[in-house]
């Protein structure tokens, strides 16, 4: 049986197109740093280390090869070092990783970093345009943004959603960015303003779509003895788990159905004995790099039928101060650096169960979800923390 874990120690850093004032490992040290501050640790109290990265967008072959360096600095020289590379969900595989090192029973504490510095490559559209299927597909430049299109054009012709839907999601998402200290994108952003930017992919506008981004996270997982001891208010591991959907995109006839999402969705819920995400959940961060992305992940987790996740955000439903806020930080469509950016909906979830979330903590969470997407749309990692332990 699997040990129970928690995270106990949460480091983030801020982000920007370019953080021209570090190098690539002070940028990893920040984060690492903060982690350990956080939970009151040195690096000597750590038992392994898990390192994710998305390599193409780095500008650099392995840049864990490099980044060590800041894990040296730290003091983690000698330690055991797994690297992880899924594509978008980089930084969610990391987390599960961490957690499934402590859970197995190998270590008591595991810290588990990503970063990207997107800043460093010629161009992330590039890259996005090699993640679907060489042969068959590549031709046709079907990189994130026009796959996210896609979605976005069935779920309009399927369930009459509206760019003035899309819309209001990007204005809630940029009204909490402007909260969060560490987010890249921090405007003021009405839905009016939002459907005044310029087309990129129609239905998706310039606001519709997430910034490439430069930063890192890092979480601290720890049994649960060691837990208890480190940190007044831990968040739990719950539920975590990971699926991974077919890579010929032709083959999915459920671009406004991630139905590989739901799959997802049902094992961990029945592993956190989570029966109405709605009302059980008390804060969602979902990887949501498209507006259009989130409204479908309302659907495909449960918090709404299918066809009905646009009632949530025009009722305020996922707002702050509604039932269930979803991306009290921005989110992704507010902060992306590629590797890390599953990570950060880990950190985030697990700052609002433990109470740290600064001036976008929603009041009196106990159960938080964290989500991430990567590949061409066909990986999903989910993870459920909760402040009592399972």
Known sequence: MARRVAIVGVGLTKCSSHRTDVTYPELVYEAVSAALAQANLQAGDIDAVVYGSMDPFD????????NVDACVSAGFLTKPFLKITTGGTTGGSTALGGYYHVASGMFDVVLAVASQRVGETLEAQLVLNTAIDPI??????GGAITIAALQAVHHFLH???????????TAKNYANALNNPYAHLQRHLTAEDALRTRMI????????????????AAVIFASEERARRI???????????????????????????WDSLSMLARRVYKQAKIDNPLKELDVAELYQAFS????????????AEKGQGVQLIRNGVTAMGGQLPVCPSGGVQCTNPIGASGLIRVAEAALQVMGKAEARQVPD????????W??????HTLMVLDRQSP
């Open 365 to 372: 969470v106990k159960t938080a979800l964290a989500h991430s």
């Open 136 to 141: 068959y597909e590549r031709w046709i430049g």
């Open 159 to 169: 369930y009459g959603t509206t760019e003035e839907d899309l819309a209001l999601v």
């Open 59 to 66: 500008g650099v072959f392995a840049p864990e090869r490099w």
């Open 374 to 379: 990567g590949a061409a749309i066909g990986f």
């Open 201 to 216: 992919s129609w239905p998706l506008r310039l606001s519709d779509c997430c910034p490439s981004s430069d930063g890192a």
């Open 292 to 303: 259009v992305q989130e409204i479908i992940e309302y659907e495909a987790l449960g918090f």
């Open 231 to 257: 940190a007044d208010v831990p968040a739990w591991v719950r539920g975590a788990g990971q699926i991974t959907d077919n890579y010929y995109v032709g083959d999915r006839p459920w671009f406004h159905d």
